[in-house]
């Protein structure tokens, strides 16, 4: 069975610092792993996905992810964080040649940037 | 474009009442799909759709019904709303291009139930 874990509930970082929201999957096959973000009372927006290729993978707002097959891990980074970036964060995957089949979602974490 | 939409953005109902989630999307998606979002849990899928005609069901489709009749609309159904159902529920859509696609998600309905 398909499953991504996102092992923390909060991420709290000072504006100006790098950030990592990390994210790790288990699925048969090869993955294609995604990276959503939700601002408060607002639904989810696409940030990045990977599917082959580069395991670094550049998304919206400066954010980008690495791929990194050995530690079925999918992190997501920002070189320096913004007030703006806070938010709810979430990892889904799904597994290829699964064509119509849903995205699986982790269960989300909340990034909290402080001024 | 205007994406994914849902209506109503709010509601409340009263337990044993039922009611219709609307969803639409214009970018002639094969996929759609409804989640609902509770804190703690992340989005649990509810039902999706490969097509029209074509339903299945996911994680937790107790209580609720789907039919696709267009490309465009995928209608959730709350047939006798209970307590258990207040939630956050979004629709989401995506091309059928293999499993690459991205799901572009609507704006979300929250629901309670008293």
């Known amino acids: 069975a398909q499953s991504v874990a996102q092992p923390e509930d909060q991420v709290n970082v000072a504006e100006g610092n790098p950030l990592t929201v990390k994210c790790t999957y288990s699925?048969?096959?090869?993955?294609?792993l995604f990276w959503y973000v939700q601002y408060p009372n607002r639904g989810l927006q696409f940030l990045l996905k990977?599917?082959?290729?580069?395991?670094l993978v550049k998304g919206s707002y400066g954010f980008e992810a690495e791929f990194n097959k050995s530690q079925t891990s999918f992190h997501l980074k920002k070189p320096s964080a913004l007030v703006s970036d806070s938010a709810l964060y979430f990892c889904?995957?799904?597994?290829?040649?699964?064509?119509?089949?849903?995205?699986?979602f982790g269960k989300g974490t909340t990034l909290s940037v402080s001024s | 474009n205007a994406g994914v939409t849902q209506t109503p953005k709010f509601q409340v109902l009263k337990t044993g009442q039922s009611m219709t989630l609307q969803c639409a999307q214009d970018?002639?998606?094969?996929?759609m799909s409804w989640y609902r979002q509770d804190p703690g849990m992340g989005l649990r899928l509810i039902h999706y759709?490969?097509?029209?005609?074509?339903?299945d069901q996911g994680e937790v489709p107790n209580g609720y019904n789907v039919s696709r009749s267009t490309t465009e609309d995928f209608p959730l159904r709350l047939l006798s709303a209970a307590p258990s159902q207040t939630s956050v529920y979004f629709c989401?859509?995506?091309?059928?291009?293999?499993?690459?696609?991205?799901?572009?998600f609507g704006p979300g309905t929250r629901l309670t139930v008293l």
């Open positions: 990977y599917i082959t290729g580069d395991n």
């Open positions: 699925v048969s096959g090869n993955p294609y």
């Open positions: 989401a859509s995506s091309g059928l291009a293999g499993s690459t696609d991205t799901q572009y």
């Open positions: 889904a995957v799904r597994a290829s040649g699964q064509a119509g089949t849903a995205l699986i």
């Open positions: 970018m002639n998606h094969e996929y």
């Open positions: 759709s490969v097509g029209a005609g074509i339903t």
